[in-house]
Each structure stands twice: as C-alpha cells, then as structure tokens.
C-alpha cells in the first residue's frame, strides 16, 4: 500500500512525463532492479535514432516523451517542395514483426501522386527481389496517401544502439531514393544498385 501523498506525487509526475501511475511505478521499479522493460528498450532506440538523425538536415525528427514511435518530416525535390511525414512505429511484443514504418503525403498533384505510388510499386518489387531470407514476410500496404511497411525483427540479436544504428540507415536509403525517383533523378535500375549497395554494406534484415 502507498500512501496517499506519495500516491499524489506520483501522479502529478506521471502527468508531466505523459504516462500513468501504473507505467511510472513500473518503470521505477524495473530501473531499481535492473530490469529493461519493453517500452523502456523502446524509447532508448527511438532516443538514439532521434539523436543519429538530429545532424542531419534532409529528415528532422521529433520524438514526445514516452512515445513507441517517432516522427520525421521531408521535403521532396519537388516544384513546391511538399512535405512527406515519416512515421516509425514499434511493438512491444516479440516475433518476426517488430514494428512498422508509415510514410504520409499530403498532396492534390496528380503527377506527384503517380510518381510516388510508382515509386512505392518499385521499391517493393525491389525489396522482393533482394531483399529477404526464405520463410519472412514483408507487409506492404498503399492507401488514401499513406504508404506502409512492417519493420522486421533483425535476423541477429542487435543492442538498442545497433538497431536505432540499422533503422537510421534504413530510413536515410528510403528517404534518399524517394526524393531522387519523384524528381526524376533516379531511375529504377539504379535504385535497385543503391539497394544492393546499401545490404552489402549493412547486412541487415530489417
């Protein structure tokens, strides 16, 4: 039993860290007793892809305080320079499955429009191609300007700094390919080298 102004402590704590009593006593205890829990893993890799990505200028992140997932805002070599929100989402679950990536734009123009879901058909074709080991699964869906990607479970045991690492690369790779194919810099062909340049490179299954 707590007493009642530790109680009221707590909350107005949880409060101003965005959580709950449950979710705070829970990470207190698990940190006292060196335990990492889920979200706590979590947030150390969202943190550090948020710091990986932060030098950079093409994709600014922004992660709120105890979120499982973490934000990042592009503009496209595009006539206007629209925007395209990237969205990267994880689970706290085990499994091949351990997260997903959301790609969102917001836009009116028809060639845009086609450039990108040609560039989305290609990426995948590609990713079918060289991308994964016998028996794994990708889930691609494209839908009312939102594009999205199951993020595998590596296919070795990594740290929160390798994964935060793996994912970070990921994301500059996608990101690079998408403006250089919708500004008609990039054609097919070479986004499949820069794909296969990019697994020699990490070779990492994600």
Excluded at 6 to 26: C, F, Y
Excluded at 35 to 64: G, K, N, Y
Excluded at 73 to 86: D, G, Q
Excluded at 186 to 201: C, F, I, N
Aim: glycine share 6%; charged share 25%.
């Amino acid at each position: 039993m707590l007493s009642e102004e530790v109680v009221r402590e707590v909350d107005k704590l949880a409060h101003r860290m965005g959580t709950n009593r449950s979710n705070l006593i829970n990470s207190v205890l698990a940190e006292y007793v060196g335990f990492t829990t889920p979200e706590r893993r979590i947030s150390e890799i969202l943190s550090q892809v948020e710091q990986l990505l932060s030098p950079a200028t093409d994709l600014v992140p922004f992660l709120a305080p105890n979120s499982m997932s973490l934000s990042l805002k592009s503009a496209l070599e595009y006539k206007y320079r629209p925007t395209v929100k990237y969205e990267v989402q994880l689970y706290k679950g085990g499994g091949d499955t351990i997260g997903e990536l959301n790609v969102i734009f917001r836009t009116q123009s028809e060639p845009l429009l086609n450039a990108m879901a040609g560039f989305f058909r290609v990426w995948k074709q590609i990713e079918d191609a060289f991308y994964l080991p016998a028996g794994r699964r990708i889930d691609y869906a494209l839908f009312d300007g939102r594009f999205t990607r199951s993020i595998l479970s590596p296919a070795k045991e990594l740290s929160a700094d390798g994964l935060a690492s793996a994912l970070t690369d990921y994301l500059h790779l996608f990101d690079r390919c998408l403006k250089r194919c919708v500004s008609g810099r990039m054609t097919a062909d070479e986004m499949r080298r820069e794909y296969s340049d990019y697994l020699v490179k990490d070779m990492l299954y994600i």
